[in-house]
């Protein structure tokens, strides 16, 4: 599994309209508007290149300016426990 976090830069006045087609998309999460008034979001994918094709369609939503992964992993959580 893929997880990112990404900040959405929307056009100003568009955050209501940004967030609610992000929440529409599959594997997003949104987390909080920062007090830049950029959207904070989180990403689950089954690969990396699942988390790209999300981040392409982010791109395409009218009022986003930009698309900026903050950080990204693929460590899953079989390989994170201790035996």
């Known amino acids: 599994m893929a997880i990112s976090s990404m900040i959405i830069q929307p056009v100003t006045g568009s955050i209501n309209m940004v967030s609610q087609a992000l ?7 949104v987390h909080s508007v920062s007090p830049k008034q ?3 979001i989180v990403v689950e994918a089954a690969s990396l290149t699942q988390v790209n094709e999300v981040a392409r369609t ?7 300016l930009g698309v900026f992964p903050t950080y990204i ?8 426990r201790i035996s």
């Open 73 to 80: 992993t693929t460590a899953d959580e079989q390989e994170d």
């Open 38 to 40: 950029e959207i904070i």
């Open 23 to 29: 929440s529409a998309i599959s594997g997003v999460t």
């Open 58 to 64: 982010i791109e395409a939503i009218a009022g986003v």
